[in-house]
């Protein structure tokens, strides 16, 4: 008979899942296409692969990117905080982009240079550079997704687009956030997150739903 997995161990999954997936990813940062494949094929009976390090930014095995790390801080201010509080996040990024980590996007690293405050660095480098959807904002979102999954559809979304808003300023960004915080809801109540794309759709602001619609649609491809 099967036993339905406790709450806790998706979450922990979830978030350690999330860290390890960027550990392995880290090497093939930047890197031509199947770079991956080519140093580990599909696995056979019997056969093992390890976590490799190298890389553009020469990673240690089992060193995790700039992600993770904007992770980290999302979670520990949840934490200490006792919830969201925008100002306190924007503070851990500013001093942690300052302190020269070995890796950081290109948008991030100009809004949390640009020296300006909190509620306004990330609008104010979009209505510039209109370029500001890039997908760093969701990268790091896995620990508030966890944290607001227990508070429902609304307020989970409305962190994750929040949240994203600090750093990127197109709200397109948001919304695929918020759009992930919701399949992240459904998934740690043990439901199937597929099933819930038309549904969290549905919640996604009318302006950005068709972009979405298409992204998520069974048939889409990158190419």
């Known amino acids: 008979?099967?036993?339905?997995?406790?709450?806790?161990?998706?979450v922990a999954g979830a978030l350690v899942g999330s860290a390890v997936?960027?550990?392995?990813?880290?090497?093939?940062?930047?890197?031509?296409?199947?770079?991956f494949s080519a140093r580990f094929p599909s696995p056979t009976r019997g056969s093992k692969t390890e976590m490799c390090g190298g890389g553009s930014l020469d990673w240690e095995p089992g060193e995790f990117t700039d992600d993770t790390q904007m992770a980290l801080l999302v979670a520990t201010s949840l934490v200490e905080r006792g919830?969201?509080?925008?100002?306190?996040?924007?503070?851990?990024?500013?001093?942690?982009?300052?302190a020269g980590p070995p890796d950081i996007g290109n948008q991030t690293?100009?809004?949390?240079?640009?020296?300006?405050?909190?509620?306004?660095?990330?609008?104010?480098?979009?209505?510039?550079?209109?370029h500001a959807a890039g997908n760093g904002s969701l990268m790091r979102t896995t620990p508030a997704a966890i944290r607001f999954s227990r508070d429902g559809r609304e307020a989970t979304m409305d962190a994750a687009r929040r949240?994203?808003?600090?750093?990127?300023?197109?709200?397109?960004?948001?919304?695929?956030?918020?759009?992930f915080h919701e399949l992240m809801r459904v998934a740690l109540n043990g439901a199937d997150p597929l099933a819930a794309i038309p549904s969290a759709l549905d919640a996604v602001a009318p302006e950005h739903r068709e972009r979405w619609t298409t992204v998520l649609a069974p048939s889409w491809t990158p190419a």
């Open 109 to 130: 690293r100009a809004v949390l240079g640009s020296g300006r405050p909190w509620d306004v660095a990330a609008a104010e480098h979009f209505s510039r550079s209109g």
């Open 83 to 98: 919830g969201l509080d925008e100002a306190d996040v924007f503070e851990r990024f500013s001093a942690w982009a300052a």
């Open 1 to 10: 008979m099967a036993t339905r997995m406790h709450r806790s161990h998706r």
């Open 163 to 179: 949240i994203s808003a600090l750093t990127h300023g197109d709200p397109s960004a948001g919304e695929g956030c918020a759009i």
């Open 21 to 35: 997936g960027d550990a392995l990813g880290a090497p093939f940062e930047f890197g031509p296409p199947r770079q």
